[in-house]
């Protein structure tokens, strides 16, 4: 069994901060990549932040200069530095996936149960 459980969500002010993790567990041999997506009330779940194991990161344009996306690869753990936060950033956000099982198998995306943010004064 394969877990991903992320952490860290919560209630903030406009211009604060948060850092979410998410913490991946079980038959996992290595990790390709870990992301972040978010999905607002009404509206398409949406990527957030990714980043491959080798350090290659991308950013959603509405978070670029605010939000950092790191890895700490023996952990298998993902974070999200989020600063600068703004009403808009408040949504579930979740922990996506992409790696190998131990018994050789791959799988390419793999979610975990969300964590809320909310950002109001």
């Known amino acids: 069994q394969v877990q991903l459980v992320e952490s860290g969500g919560g209630l903030v002010q406009p211009g604060g901060s948060l850092r979410l993790s998410c913490a991946a567990s079980?038959?996992?041999?290595?990790?390709?990549?870990m992301g972040w997506y978010r999905q607002a009330p009404g509206k398409q779940r949406e990527l957030v932040a990714t980043i491959h194991s080798g350090g290659n990161t991308n950013y959603a344009d509405s978070v670029k200069g605010r939000f950092t996306i790191s890895m700490d690869n023996a952990k298998n753990t993902v974070f999200l530095q989020m600063n600068s936060l703004k009403p808009e950033d408040t949504a579930v956000y979740y922990c996506?996936?992409?790696?190998?099982?131990?018994?050789?198998?791959?799988?390419?995306?793999?979610w975990g149960q969300g964590t809320q943010v909310t950002v109001s004064s």
């Open positions: 079980g038959s996992i041999f290595s990790i390709n990549a």
């Open positions: 996506n996936a992409d790696f190998l099982l131990r018994a050789g198998v791959r799988v390419v995306d793999y």
